[in-house]
């Protein structure tokens, strides 16, 4: 098993991604009743910034409010990169079977909660959401609550297979053309990341140029040991 602390600094700000109605199921349920009120009435009769409130989305909280990413967004995360590169021509995750199995069985964030160190101000985005369906178009508004640019979380993976270490390289990398959390397609999310040693020192990662250094280092030092092993058995 090998472990890998890292650091992942947002380049574009990150959506909220937990509901503010805690009985959301009930509330889900109810909604499809017969005599639920449509959005325009419930908005004439509590008003449009309680109803917004209520479908609103944001950071879950510790108990100090502190507000925290969970372990399986991280892995989800992992998940996602792999799918899409799995697809790409040349990458590590095209050589991957059952990619889904492996984050789901060897891949692990050792924090069950990661705390957002926020720099700047939390906000709200609010973005309209289209869909299409047998009755037409629709189109909804959705709000989610954010942490800004330059927010930065410190977690750990926890490796069950010697040769992913290089894999989530890979899609960290890819953190810089699609992040965390929602709306991700736009370009929310998106990020940076140093890899760090037990001291936090900077081993590793594009977000310095010291991190740049020290992957490039590594990277000539493995294809050299392959063109060594190769030349061997030729």
């Known amino acids: 098993m090998k472990t890998m602390k890292v650091r992942l600094i947002l380049t574009e700000e990150a959506l909220g991604m937990t509901p503010v109605d805690k009985d959301i199921h009930r509330t889900f349920i109810a909604s499809k009743a017969p005599d639920a009120p449509s959005i325009e009435e419930e908005v004439e009769a509590v008003g449009v910034e309680e109803v917004v409130e209520k479908q609103k989305t944001v950071f879950p909280r510790m108990a100090d409010g502190t507000l925290f990413f969970w372990d399986y967004q991280m892995r989800g995360m992992i998940k996602d990169s792999l799918g899409l590169l799995k697809r790409a021509t040349g990458t590590l995750a095209s050589k991957i079977t059952a ?84 709306w991700r397609n736009s370009g929310k999310g998106t990020f940076e990341w140093d890899e760090l040693d037990d001291d936090g020192n900077i081993i590793g990662g594009n977000h310095t140029e010291e991190g740049r250094k020290a992957d490039a280092a590594r990277k000539a030092k493995k294809a050299k040991k392959e063109a060594d092993k190769a030349s061997k058995s030729a």
């Open 99 to 182: 990619y889904k199995k492996i984050v789901d069985g060897l891949i692990f964030v050792q924090e069950r909660k990661i705390p957002i160190h926020v720099e700047g101000e939390i906000n709200d985005c609010q973005r309209p959401l289209r869909s299409s369906g047998a009755s037409g178009e629709h189109v909804a508004l959705a709000n989610s609550e954010t942490v800004p640019a330059g927010s930065w979380i410190e977690f750990t993976f926890e490796l069950w297979r010697d040769d992913l270490d290089d894999v989530i390289r890979e899609c960290l990398d890819y953190g810089r053309r699609r992040g965390l959390a929602q």
